[in-house]
């Protein structure tokens, strides 16, 4: 794939591309969004996040540890090398938007994975058996709660942006973190386009356990 021209101009029915990123701002966005969920012990205080300094080797290093203890499965299930965007999602490329295929999203999403079937299809309740006994999958749940905090949603100010992958610039593109911010987005506040993200892309992508094609 020859993407010496991405920064030049963006591909016709692909996303906006703003600029190149990098895999420290990539975990710094990631780490942003799960901070509630990093595991214990937990770092003692927000400085990673709320003074982060991508120049602080220190920093970045930290992050990422964080980062790999909650998500490392995923990042492991990852290409070695790929190259980072920050992206715009214009609204004619939410068709072609798919939630990372684990299970107990299948019926959420009318087992499409589809982003844009999930407001037919999220059910309050449902729950899943884990090897610990049931849990709950609380998808519906959790996009109602954080539907009002994106009412103002803005990509050009919001600091809450999607993680993507994709094998191409012009999609389809999978959502491996900031599943139910996309949910909550379409199905409450469709008008909030475009959406940002960071975009991970590698033609071998499509041999990922979490590509959708």
């Known amino acids: 794939m020859d993407r010496s021209r991405l920064l030049e101009h963006t591909t016709i029915g692909a996303v906006q ?38 120049s602080d080797p220190a920093q970045n290093a930290e992050r990422g540890e964080l980062l790999r203890q909650d998500r490392g499965k995923i990042l492991d ?20 938007l798919d939630i990372v295929p684990v ?26 058996l884990w090897t610990t006994g049931p849990k709950a999958a609380g998808h519906r749940e959790k996009v109602d709660e954080i539907a009002p905090s994106l009412a103002d949603y803005d990509a050009t100010t919001t600091d809450e942006l999607l993680v993507l992958i994709a094998a191409d610039v012009a999609g389809p593109y999978v959502i491996i ?18 959406w940002r993200a960071i975009l991970a892309l590698a033609d071998d992508m499509a041999r990922s356990m979490w590509h959708i094609d």
Do not use: C, M
Not at 107 to 128: K, M, N, Q, S
């Open 177 to 194: 973190d900031g599943t139910h911010r996309s949910a909550a987005l379409y199905r409450h506040h469709l008008t909030n386009t475009p």
């Open 103 to 128: 299970f107990d999203w299948y019926l959420d999403t009318g087992r499409t994975f589809r982003v844009i079937d999930t407001p037919a299809h999220l059910r309050a309740g449902r729950g899943y």
């Open 17 to 54: 591309i703003i600029r190149q990123s990098s895999f420290d701002e990539l975990v710094l966005v990631w780490v942003r969004s799960e901070w509630e969920r990093v595991p214990e012990p937990g770092p003692p205080d927000r400085h990673l996040i709320d003074e982060s300094d991508l």
């Open 77 to 96: 299930g990852l290409p070695g090398s790929y190259e980072l965007y920050l992206v715009d999602i214009e609204k004619d490329d939410l068709s072609k």
